[in-house]
């Protein structure tokens, strides 16, 4: 029992070291393509936006639709119908803050994290990452600056829709359903909606894109010549993501409240 | 020049002690595949031998930082049994990869030297498909197009006129051994193969077998 928990502190313990170290070489490799003025780099990293922004975009939608209308339901039920200043508020305290930065994020992890893992699994027992460095070409840089910069940035558009789409359905349903005056939910809405809401949000998407990408790339580059590794790299990807990016819900939730 | 002394590392049975003059032709010949791909790592600087050292041009590959191991690696051009391709680019962005990584050419540039460098190798395919709808031979093309465009002063060929036939091996060789003119004394190339009859179109200055005799 001791030794498993030794095991899984010390496993907690490398998977964060490593992914220190992966920002630490994403954040010199940016400072090198600005100066350097990479025209392949900033090639992946659009290509990594528009694959995991644009093509997650159709899932997003429908969910943000969903959870919009689940939310304006339940409230219109908890509430009476002429609260609706409450409602207001309500999405934003849930739906902008909290629920879309996790649901977006979940979708990526999904998406993009594993694909990510299992892409640079392949490379790297194929030799394309040594092939890639035979041409002078720096793995890290190449390879993991745009996939972290392209995911942080797509998570952040995602999220702004997200927001829109779930908060105009949300009150389009309301209106039609049950009749809530729409300017009683928007004065709910802009009466809390502030900077900060709206930082709160960004950031934590901002900062989950980040994090998705560096662990599927860890997972990635740590398979070693067994192309069952590849599969569990992408397991692997979604389990560590999972678990640090409700983690770090958590901590920017608290750092923003105190 | 290329220095092997006493040169001993994993996956190689014997012990590698050669040397090879900057602007020389020479052909490595090796008892099975796996050494070539060792010897190819441990002049890139991917492997550092067990006892000896690898020198490449007064460089140590293997002691060099990452910086100034991306620099070293720009200088040698090496053609991969395989091509040496990123599997999800296509062949024109595998051909123009290094050229557009490097960062000191414009698009216009880049675009001129490739086509130039495509019309040289006489690869008339899409340039649009993954490198894995290419035949070997036409792999073989693109990766020493690609080496063209950085005019490099060392060309490593591993297993690069294997499994080819006799007009494509004679067309490939006629290419490489062209480049390898026109460069005068500044130009090395290096073949290393574990099929010695491969290597019998190259006119080279030294043959080294991995299991001994040495040919010149």
């Known amino acids: ?258 | 020049m290329i220095l092997f002394t006493k040169v001993v590392s994993g996956g190689i049975d014997s012990v590698l002690d050669f040397s090879l003059e900057k602007g020389s032709t020479a052909g490595i010949v090796t008892s099975r595949e796996i050494e070539s791909e060792v010897i190819v790592r441990l002049l890139l600087g991917f492997l550092a031998p067990l006892e000896g050292t690898v020198s490449v041009n007064g460089i140590l590959p293997y002691l060099l930082k990452d910086k100034d191991l991306s620099e070293f690696r720009k200088s040698v051009g090496v053609i991969y049994h395989d091509g040496g391709f990123i599997s999800n680019l296509n062949v024109w962005e595998n051909l123009t990869l290094q050229l557009s990584y490097d960062g000191s050419s414009k698009k216009a540039e880049i675009v001129e030297r490739g086509m130039k460098s495509l019309e040289t190798v006489g690869y008339k395919g899409s340039l649009h498909v993954l490198p894995n709808r290419l035949s070997i031979f036409e792999r073989r093309q693109i990766a020493f197009a690609r080496a063209l465009l950085m005019q490099p002063a060392l060309m490593i060929f591993q297993s690069t006129l294997e499994g080819l036939s006799r007009s494509e091996q004679s067309q490939l060789s006629s290419l490489l051994l062209a480049y390898h003119g026109q460069g005068g004394e500044r130009r090395t190339s290096l073949f290393i193969t574990s099929y010695q009859d491969s290597l019998k179109g190259i006119q080279a200055d030294l043959i080294y077998n991995t299991g001994g005799a040495t040919q010149s």
């Open chain 1, 1 to 258: 029992m001791v030794s498993h928990l030794g095991r899984s502190a010390l496993a907690a313990y490398i998977t964060i070291a490593d992914l220190i170290t992966l920002f630490a070489t994403v954040f010199r490799g940016l400072i090198d393509t600005i100066v350097h003025g990479r025209r392949s780099v900033a090639q992946v990293c659009m290509r990594q936006v528009f694959f995991t922004g644009n093509e997650a975009f159709k899932v997003v939608f429908v969910i943000s639709i969903a959870v919009g209308i689940a939310i304006i339901s339940q409230m219109s039920n908890v509430t009476d119908a002429g609260r609706g200043s409450l409602i207001g508020k309500v999405f934003v305290w849930v739906v902008i803050r909290e629920i879309a930065p996790l649901i977006t994020a979940l979708v990526v992890i999904a998406r993009s994290g594993s694909a990510i893992a299992i892409e640079l699994g392949q490379m790297k027992l194929k030799g394309e990452i040594e092939y890639l460095e035979t041409l002078g070409i720096q793995g890290e840089q190449y390879l993991l600056m745009p996939r972290v910069l392209g995911v942080g940035v797509a998570l952040f558009i995602l999220n702004v829709y997200f927001n829109l789409i779930a908060v105009s359905s949300g009150l389009l349903v309301s209106w039609l359903g049950w009749q809530i005056p729409l300017s009683h939910i928007k004065q709910g809405i802009i009466s809390v909606l502030t900077l900060r809401e709206l930082l709160i949000s960004s950031s934590k998407s901002l900062l989950f894109g980040f994090v998705i990408a560096a662990l599927g790339c860890n997972a990635g580059l740590r398979v070693g010549d067994s192309i069952t590794q590849i599969p569990q790299a992408g397991t692997k990807s979604v389990i560590h993501s999972l678990v640090i990016v409700f983690i770090l819900d958590v901590l920017v939730s608290f750092t923003f409240i105190f």
